[in-house]
């Protein structure tokens, strides 16, 4: 990514990828981040912008975050 790479510049990249590939939303089961500021911001981070727009298309559906799976601590 050039430029920016805030919450909303990183979902915009992803929800243009799944819309491209033609994916559900509802199939986005998990997430795996390195725990980086733009990744879990309380508000307007990626991982909170992802989980709500999951939840547009299903409401009770709650998406699982990982934390660096390499380092498992």
Not at 12 to 26: A, K
Request: hydrophobic content about 30%; charged content about 25%; some cysteine.
């Amino acid at each position: 990514m050039n430029g920016t790479t805030r919450g909303s510049d990183r979902y915009d990249r992803v929800s243009g990828c799944l819309e491209r590939l033609n994916l559900s939303w509802t199939k986005l089961l998990n997430l795996t981040n390195d725990g980086s500021p733009n990744l879990t911001g309380k508000n307007a981070g990626l991982l909170r912008r992802l989980q709500d727009r999951v939840r547009e298309d299903d409401p009770n559906s709650d998406l699982i975050f990982l934390h660096c799976v390499i380092h498992q601590e």
